[in-house]
Every structure is written in structure tokens, then in C-alpha cells.
């Protein structure tokens, strides 16, 4: 199995940066993809940035320019740098990773999120 943990989020101030990382472990041989969504209490989930199995990146609407994924496969983990930060990127953030297993199965999983607010 494929457990997920994501970090880095926190309280900053509008025009501010921060960089969340997510972290697969367990029998992973290759992450196929990963997905960045943010979702609150009162707007359904949101996708803000994926790395596709494709190999292809793709940024929200409402990210791009602003929002940069980026990976190291030899740590299993994905970054979403996010820079001019505003109070509509409020959330709470978490990853959807798909792996392939040493049994040669494709896994997918999540993790708890990490909380992003925005606010001056």
C-alpha cells in the first residue's frame, strides 16, 4: 500500500509564498501521477495542478503563473511552490497519488491535507 502525507501549509498574508510538499511511501516502484486539490467548507473540491501519467503538467485557471509544480522521484514526493498568495487560495490543500507497486498494481491514495490560509 501507499500511504500520503502532506505539509507546509500555514497563515500568510496576501502577496506571500509558500511551498507545500507531499510524500508517498510504502511499495512504490513509480508515481504514475499526482493531483494538488483544495477544497473548504464552503466550495466543492477544486483542482489546482497535476502531473499527468502522460508526463504533461496542468495548472488551474486560477493558479497559473502563480502556482508551480515540481517533483523528485528519487524521494517520491511533489512540490507545489505558490507564490503571490491571496485570500481565494484559502484551503484546505492535499494530494492524490497514483502508484505503481512492486506487485506491479496501480494504487491510488490521498492524504490528509494541509491547511493554507490567506488572510491580512
Known sequence: QVQVVESGGGLVQPGESLRLSCVASGNIVKILATEWYRQTLSKPRELVAEFTDAGSTNY?????????????DAKNTAYLQMNNL????????FCEVRARLQSQLTYTTWGQGTQVTVSS
Open 60 to 72: 488551474a485557471d486560477s493558479v497559473e503563473g502563480r502556482f508551480t509544480m515540481s517533483r523528485d
Open 86 to 93: 491571496q485570500p481565494e487560495d484559502t484551503g484546505n490543500y
